[in-house]
């Protein structure tokens, strides 16, 4: 579990690098995705849909509402990304998302 003072770093990770390649995501937070359990924490769902929704607001130059059925799905993929990167880097195994931005949607939705 991330301590309060990680939670507010990876936050800002979020806001400030939306642009985050997976292979630069400290390996901290994906180790804390991968102990959520069966679905992400509420902390997962507020970090990664901000980070989404910059990079979003970066692709398309603009703030766009998603809905949240929307919103969900691709957060639910992107925790799952962060899941498998995590057990890549354990079995020190390669996975084809290290170079892809961490936020990104492309290929998970």
Known sequence: MLNPHN???YMSIAMEQPNILCSEVPP???????WDGEEPST???E??????????AGETGQRI????EILDQVVLGLWTRACHLHTSRLLNRSNPDWDKQFFS???IV
């Open 7 to 9: 939670q507010s770093e």
């Open 28 to 34: 901290t937070l994906l180790e804390a995705a991968s």
């Open 43 to 45: 902390f997962f769902v």
């Open 47 to 56: 970090f990664l849909s901000a980070g989404y929704q910059e990079w979003l």
């Open 65 to 68: 509402r998603l809905p949240r």
């Open 105 to 107: 949607d492309e290929g």
